[in-house]
């Protein structure tokens, strides 16, 4: 079963930057994508950007150039490393694991485990 522990969340001004890590456990080889999700109040759940297990990135429109998605093995770790926040980025951020072909989506159906969540804030 996996499991997937998210940190790093926090309150900053517009500008700033923060790190989310996950930490995730009974990862196997059968979970080829692993990403980051956010959900605002009163909005759905939306991709912000996914990893392959080669290493193949991919991000939404509107946080490419300001947000990097990178993943550590040996300590079963991904990362969201965001700058630039905007108070639209203000949201919940979930990461996200689960067995998908072809390219790692965007798009939340098809990943499987979803960790509890971490809450950026930014303000103006």
């Known amino acids: 079963q996996v499991h997937l522990v998210e940190s790093g969340g926090g309150s900053v001004q517009s500008g700033g930057s923060l790190r989310l890590e996950c930490s995730y456990a009974?990862?196997?080889?059968?979970?080829?994508?692993m990403g980051w999700f956010r959900q605002a109040p009163g909005k759905e759940r939306e991709g912000v950007a996914t990893?392959?297990?080669?290493?193949?990135?991919w991000y939404a429109d509107s946080v490419k150039g300001r947000f990097t998605i990178s993943r550590d093995n040996p300590k079963d770790t991904i990362y969201l490393q965001m700058s630039g926040l905007k108070p639209e980025d203000t949201a919940e951020y979930y990461c996200?694991?689960?067995?998908?072909?072809?390219?790692?989506?965007?798009?939340?159906?098809?990943?499987?485990?979803w960790g509890q969540g971490t809450q950026v804030t930014v303000s103006s």
């Open positions: 996200a694991a689960g067995y998908v072909s072809g390219y790692c989506p965007l798009e939340t159906a098809p990943y499987t485990d």
């Open positions: 009974g990862v196997t080889d059968m979970t080829r994508c």
């Open positions: 990893i392959e297990q080669d290493d193949t990135t």
